[in-house]
């Protein structure tokens, strides 16, 4: 058992997880945005695993919100509003900013999301919540996945140094 309190270990895996939770919203906009701006033949294999990845953020949502509603917590309207209205404008610059900063952005969010859950997967032991552990460190192995395939995308274009602009520094295979 951690040596905080368990109020508070709670209230902080409660805020946590309700900034996954809508931070999962935002990330499944933005890939809806930007998998239907990939419209040419040579890019169907980045269309396909986009529409793959909003899937698993949509799935991860689900399962954040469940762990919310077992501890008898629900999402932050205001960061739902946010989160949400980044994810639509994300998504629809996709169609005229071309594909790197859609990139940066997504490795960027997924870096966060990778953090939130290991976090998450943490408290939820010290709080005795064994059962969520291993699907949270699932869901951070997943965002994991991701975060390797947009620097991978993005370490191709020449400009991929700009990754340091929107803070994320591109992982190494």
């Given at each position: 058992m951690s040596a905080i309190p368990e109020g508070t270990a709670r209230s902080s895996l409660v805020r946590q997880l309700q900034a996954a939770y809508s931070g999962e919203l935002a990330a499944a906009y933005s890939y809806r945005g930007h998998?239907?701006?990939l419209t040419r033949p040579r890019e169907r294999e980045q269309r396909d695993e986009?529409?793959?990845i909003e899937e698993a953020e949509?799935?991860?949502r689900r399962l954040v919100g469940e762990l919310l509603a077992?501890?008898?917590a629900g999402p932050s309207r205001r960061r739902e509003l946010v989160m949400g209205t980044i994810g639509r404008v994300f998504g629809s610059l996709c169609h005229v900013s071309g594909w790197l900063l859609p990139m940066l952005f997504a490795g960027r969010l997924e870096a966060m999301n990778v953090g939130q859950y290991d976090t998450a997967a943490r408290a939820a032991g010290d709080l005795g919540l064994a059962h969520w552990v291993p699907v949270l460190e699932e869901m951070t192995?997943?965002?994991g996945r991701h975060?390797?395939?947009f620097a991978a995308c993005a370490r191709t274009h020449r400009f991929a140094l700009l990754s340091r602009v929107v803070g994320w520094r591109l992982p190494h295979d």
């Open positions: 998998w239907r701006s986009d529409r793959r949509w799935h991860h077992e501890l008898g192995a997943e965002e975060e390797a395939f």
